[in-house]
C-alpha cells in the first residue's frame, strides 16, 4: 500500500530536550516536505526536499533541521524544542518531474507538545 | 504570505444540498490542487486542474478554474454529513502553497 508514515504520532515533552520526527514513503518519490498546521494558519511548509541530499527551507525554518540521506526518510529534528513549538506536524511526498508539483500524499501528522 | 486565499471560512449546510468553496490567488500558476482534511488527520488529495484547464469533474465534485479571475471553486454535489471536513487548495508557483482552508459542517 503507496503511504507515508510518521512517527511518532503523539509526543509530549520538554523545552531543551532533543527530539526526531522520522517520516517514511514508499512511492519512490522525489519531493519530500514538512508542515506545521496551527490554528488560524493553515500549513506552512518547513523544510522540503527535491531529491537525496537536496533540502532547502520553507517558509518557517527556524528552529528546526532536516536531513535526506536515503530517498525514502525525510526525519525532522528539533535541536532545541520550544513551547512554540507545540503543534501539528505533517510530512508529505510526491513525484515532482518538470518543475511542476503533483498530488501530495500526507502522513497521518504527529501531534507535539512542548512544555 | 498566502496565495491560496479560501472563502468563506466556515459553511454549514444541510444533507443533499450543494457546498461550493472559492480559493483566489496572487500570481500565475501551474497548477491549482484541493485537499480535504478530516479533523486532525492527514489531508488527502482531490483534485488538480492544470492552469489551461477549465474543469475538472470527480464523481460529486466539480472544480473551475478562471486564471483571468485568478480563482477556483470547488462545488461538491449533495452533500452527505461524511464530507463534513476542511477543504484547502493548494497552489503551485514555483513552491506549493496551501490556503487556510474552509471548514465544511454538513447537518444529517
Same mark, same amino acid.
Request: glycine share 6%; net charge positive; proline share 4%.
Given at each position: /500500500? +503507496?503511504?507515508?508514515?510518521?512517527?511518532?504520532?503523539?509526543?509530549?515533552?520538554?523545552?531543551?530536550?532533543?527530539?526526531?520526527?522520522?517520516?517514511? $514513503?514508499?512511492?519512490?518519490?522525489?519531493?519530500?516536505?514538512? *508542515?506545521?498546521?496551527?490554528?488560524?494558519?493553515?500549513?506552512?511548509?518547513?523544510?522540503?526536499?527535491?531529491?537525496?541530499?537536496?533540502?532547502?527551507?520553507? &517558509?518557517?525554518?527556524?528552529? *528546526?533541521?532536516?536531513?535526506?540521506?536515503?530517498? #525514502?526518510?525525510?526525519?525532522?529534528?528539533l535541536e532545541s524544542p520550544s513551547p512554540n513549538?507545540?503543534?501539528?506536524?505533517?510530512? +508529505?511526498?510526491?513525484?515532482?518531474?518538470?518543475?511542476?508539483?503533483? /498530488?501530495?500524499?500526507?502522513?497521518?501528522?504527529?501531534?507535539?507538545?512542548?512544555? | 504570505?498566502?496565495?491560496?486565499?479560501?472563502?468563506? $471560512?466556515?459553511?454549514?449546510? $444541510? /444533507?443533499g444540498e450543494n457546498a461550493t468553496m472559492n480559493?483566489? *490567488?496572487?500570481?500565475?500558476?501551474?497548477?491549482?490542487?484541493?485537499?480535504?482534511?478530516?479533523?486532525?488527520?492527514?489531508?488527502?488529495?482531490?483534485?488538480?486542474?492544470?492552469?489551461? /484547464?477549465?474543469e475538472k469533474h470527480s464523481g460529486r465534485l #466539480?472544480?473551475?478554474? &478562471?486564471?483571468?479571475?485568478?480563482?477556483?471553486?470547488?462545488?461538491?454535489? +449533495?452533500?452527505?454529513?461524511?464530507?463534513? +471536513?476542511? *477543504?484547502?487548495?493548494?497552489?503551485?508557483?514555483?513552491?506549493?502553497?496551501?490556503?487556510?482552508?474552509?471548514?465544511?459542517?454538513?447537518?444529517?
Amino acid at each position: /500500500e +503507496a503511504q507515508v508514515t510518521q512517527n511518532p504520532r503523539y509526543l509530549i515533552t520538554v523545552t531543551g530536550k532533543k527530539l526526531t520526527v522520522t517520516c517514511s $514513503q514508499n512511492m519512490n518519490h522525489e519531493y519530500m516536505s514538512w *508542515y506545521r498546521q496551527d490554528p488560524g494558519l493553515g500549513l506552512r511548509q518547513i523544510y522540503y526536499s527535491m531529491n537525496v541530499e537536496v533540502t532547502d527551507k520553507g &517558509d518557517v525554518p527556524e528552529g *528546526y533541521k532536516v536531513s535526506r540521506k536515503e530517498k #525514502r526518510n525525510f526525519p525532522l529534528i528539533l535541536e532545541s524544542p520550544s513551547p512554540n513549538q507545540t503543534s501539528l506536524y505533517f510530512c +508529505a511526498s510526491s513525484a515532482y518531474r518538470g518543475l511542476v508539483y503533483n /498530488e501530495q500524499f500526507f502522513g497521518p501528522g504527529t501531534r507535539l507538545t512542548v512544555l | 504570505s498566502q496565495q491560496g486565499e479560501e472563502d468563506p $471560512q466556515a459553511l454549514s449546510i $444541510q /444533507e443533499g444540498e450543494n457546498a461550493t468553496m472559492n480559493c483566489s *490567488y496572487k500570481t500565475s500558476i501551474n497548477n491549482l490542487q484541493w485537499y480535504r482534511q478530516n479533523s486532525g488527520r492527514g489531508l488527502v488529495h482531490l483534485i488538480l486542474i492544470r492552469s489551461n /484547464e477549465r474543469e475538472k469533474h470527480s464523481g460529486r465534485l #466539480r472544480v473551475t478554474l &478562471d486564471t483571468s479571475k485568478k480563482s477556483s471553486s470547488l462545488l461538491i454535489t +449533495a452533500s452527505r454529513a461524511a464530507d463534513t +471536513a476542511s *477543504y484547502f487548495c493548494a497552489t503551485d508557483t514555483d513552491k506549493l502553497i496551501f490556503g487556510t482552508g474552509t471548514r465544511l459542517q454538513v447537518f444529517p
